[in-house]
């Protein structure tokens, strides 16, 4: 795993949920670099997210503090002052402006962060710089997530070789405009401010918003990219050559993350890929594709390895997009299920390939060109234990 | 039990989707009635919902057949033809105009009718009118429902007693513009075609298009209000006065049959009310409670007993509507857990409450003044038992 030069990374326990973990996390890069972010679009937004909201009009950035184990999210008035008072006590023992230091929270809604215990373990961790891996970052961002999420990939600008890492933590409370998601990429490639915004949000549109687990929206979504440009090279501008080269290495970055957060949904067992294609629009093509992915009824039968076809055929129909069913061909993995919006007799076949652990669902609705894709997971016992049992 | 004067019941069985249970059942009126229906929004329209949505433009009817077990959806022209023929052979058997009967159909997608053995038990569903109660028909048309649904209710018109009966089945696919819900309401009262189609569409809206179990909406969705008018009033109209006492009970008895709906959601082991206040416009109070109703967190949460009221504020703040969570007020039953946006300390007590089989969780935006009232039950593993073996 290759990791951009000039970041530093730290951990710390400080018991916010409870003892025993690494609950906090620090991302540090030498010098100070550009940084994009894409935040929740929830009418709520948590006390980190509000600051990080207004501190990324700067543009700049040096340092990213972590904690999960609690949102922050519905604290109010408290929860501002003690997000920022966690950015000034862990900037001033790290030397730099507080305006340069962004925070993130991950965890449970409605309760004031146990400032009492977090605050002493600050000291550790501004004194651990270095000694953590970015992928020890990615373990103590977890929250009911299964597996710490971390991808890099390289990048060839004007003779050096760059890279782009990130690492993200879902679970969860996954839908599009974002998830309960906190996604952090880091590049030592020097790409401009506005060159940079542009490709993080264009990167999160292909891949953070194009996924859900239950569809429920957080408060807390926070996606940041760091660009510090210690590779050296001449900035990237959106009209740069590398431009596309960039773009092109980032989205692969974010869709791998964004992945890994599906296969990963709390208690699923199956990836779910879900592609509308042959649609006049491409909001036609995508409303269709959340409707597919957000029933219940679709990822129970997933589930269940019931190749259910008439559930998809359903949701297309109340998504909201003028659909005739007479003209649609349906697909699980490479069996045509439906042909021309009736059934094709292909029950045995289809079954065995919903064994598969990740199953592509296709509609091809034969009114147009667009297309769109969706990812999700199948819906399962094991999230409702999760989730019934999540704050006991 | 009262049961409005004139209509007689059958109910036969034809193995449709297993043998061993009555799963074709018939309604009949002695005389013409005047017929009200509404129907799914969605763009898949099963086979007799589009026969049905043809034939209550003349607004007259005398018989309702009904079968459970296999939807008719999603089997293009043979779906329809089916349809015909059942409605043809039924009416020559009962000496009726096909034009007269109506047919409903509620279970698996995409398959058609088992024409076979539906054929042969329609001479005994003609023979055995007047030996089956209506209470009958209600266990005909069940499908994972696991109670029959009947309700029924007294007016007073002009010295006469009148009654409005109504059944229904649910269970699953349940989203507002109705759910795979069948019902159907009888009345001997008279009622004037517009009248009765004005009080039904009212009626549906404040009730079966108020309710959400998985956020679903079925393909088969049927409501049938017939009036033949056996008590001998003169035919109430719009304007007449005992037409708000009728609407009344019919709202009663859509509301209570709605009720059951939710009550026996699958896997259901609670009713819960939402019910959001305070809000600018009905909309956003129906938007901010469907959203609420909907998420799958939130009815996790409920089914665990746990007090997680961060769920609810988070799916108003995705809802769509503009909202200041520094204003919002939230209950379970009457215990009043965030107050101005903040935890209010009541988890003890919020918790004790959610003990109980019938939850109300009020928001109060502060907002405004309309208000609206969405029911939906909780969500649990046996859901999923249900949904992911449902057609093996």
Redesign the interface.
């Known amino acids: 795993m290759n990791i951009p030069k000039g970041f530093l990374f730290s951990t710390a326990e400080a018991a916010i949920k409870k003892p025993g973990r690494r609950d906090l996390a620090l991302i540090v890069s030498e010098v100070e670099a550009n940084v994009a972010g894409a935040f929740t ?5 948590a006390a980190p997210v509000r600051l990080c909201m207004r501190k990324i009009k700067t543009g700049k950035g040096r340092a990213i503090i972590v904690n999960s184990g609690n ?1 922050n ?4 008035k408290q929860g501002l002052r003690d997000a920022e008072k966690i950015i000034s006590n862990l900037s001033e023992r790290i030397r730099i402006s507080p305006s340069l230091a962004y925070s993130c929270s991950t965890g ?5 962060l146990p400032m009492e215990r977090i605050a002493p373990a600050l000291g550790p961790l501004a004194d651990g710089i270095g000694r953590a891996s970015f992928a020890d970052v990615a373990k103590a961002i977890m929250t009911t997530d299964t597996f710490p999420k971390i991808v890099s990939a390289s990048v060839r600008i004007a003779g050096k070789t760059g890279t782009i890492a990130g690492i993200c933590k879902g679970a ?2 996954i ?1 599009p ?1 974002m998830a309960t998601m906190l996604c952090f990429i880091l590049t030592d490639i020097a790409v401009e401010r506005k060159a940079l915004s542009y490709a993080l949000k264009d990167s999160v549109e292909k891949s953070f918003n194009r996924i859900t687990i ?6 807390n979504d926070t996606a940041l990219l760091m660009a510090n440009g210690m590779l050296g090279n001449a900035p990237i501008a959106r009209n740069s050559k590398h431009f596309g080269a960039f773009s092109k290495a980032l989205d692969e970055v974010s869709y791998a993350l964004s992945k890994l957060v599906v296969k990963d949904g709390e208690g699923a067992t199956k990836l779910i890929e879900v592609v509308v294609r042959g649609a006049k629009s491409d909001a036609h093509a995508r409303k269709a594709a959340f409707a597919i992915a ?4 679709v990822k ?2 997933i ?2 390895n ?1 190749a ?4 998809i ?6 998504s909201g ?3 005739r ?2 003209k649609a061909d349906i697909f699980f993995n490479r069996v045509k299920v ?1 042909k ?4 094709n007799n292909k029950d045995k076949e289809a079954t065995a390939a919903l064994r598969s652990k990740e199953i592509t669902i296709t509609v091809d609705l034969h009114e147009g060109k667009s297309a769109a894709k969706v990812l999700t997971c199948d ?3 094991e ?3 999760i ?6």
Chains 1, 2 share one sequence.
């Open positions: 679009k929830n009418a709520v937004k949102a999210a519905c604290t109010g449970v809604i409605g309760t004031p969860g409370m839908a405009n239950d569809g429920d929206m957080s408060t957000n029933s219940s009824l129970t039968a589930y269940g019931d259910n076809w008439g559930r055929i359903c949701a297309v129909g109340y997009i003028p659909f069913e007479e439906v021309k919006g009736l059934a819906l399962t016992e999230y409702i234990r989730n019934a049992e999540y704050r006991t």
